[in-house]
């Protein structure tokens, strides 16, 4: 990324380069070719993830849109947002440092600015109704899933640029029902026990993913899923992954 802000992920600092370098290059190649441009930071604590959407999205010539900055966890979110101003943040929910709702919550005034609001869209593996009304609640502008073809993704982005309202086709309900009622959802002390990352990992196996599966999914080792996996089943007190199946079943998780 020539002219992209990067987070740097071992040392937590955050280098912006000259965002006047190759600006006449990228627009010639953006207008003679789609017409339209957006400026995006990605914002997920995989790298590979990262460097995948960069590869499918990032050719500005033919997608029109211009990756400027990247950042693996809260803090580098928050200052590489804050350099780069992007037009649209892509955001992971589950993030080292609180977050994905944390950015949002630190990001507030960036969101409101009237002459240049940097909106945000949503991209997590999660689907869980939790997760999309927590971001949405925060400000985001859209929650796609990690599902979505890369098509489907630079639509999402320009469509949020323009400011509009963007979901997932199953996501969009739990939004609806969300709003609809003044009702606070009750609290399930249980799953409160886990952690994000343990959430994830509960669906998958309740879903009926195998372990190998699962750490494709996520990004994460057999052996992490397996840690997971014995996390979640001791602090729910269950035995086996039947009895998780069950459990998240009867709670509507899967």
Known sequence: MSDATEANGTTGEAEVADPGRDTAETAEGTEG?????????????????????????GQTARTGVEVVGEAADVDQAVSVITAARPEVVLLDVHLPGGGGVEVLRRSAALMADPEQPVRFLALSVSDAAEDVI???????????????TGS??????????????????R???????????????????????????????????????????IGKQLFISVKTVESHVSAVLRKLQLSNRHELTRWATARRLV
């Open 33 to 57: 070719t789609v017409g339209r441009h957006v400026r995006v930071v990605l914002v997920d604590d995989h790298r590979m993830f990262r460097t995948g959407v960069q590869a499918e999205i």
């Open 134 to 148: 927590g971001v949405i609640r925060g400000g985001a502008r859209g929650y796609v899933t990690k599902t979505i």
């Open 152 to 169: 489907d993704l630079i639509d999402s982005i320009f469509r949020v640029q323009e400011g509009d309202a963007v979901f997932s086709p």
């Open 171 to 213: 996501l969009a309900g739990f939004v609806l029902d969300a709003f609809a009622s003044t009702d606070a959802p009750p609290v399930d002390e249980d799953l409160d026990r886990l952690t994000q990352r343990e959430r994830e990992v509960l669906r998958l196996i309740a879903r009926g993913y195998a372990y190998k599966e």
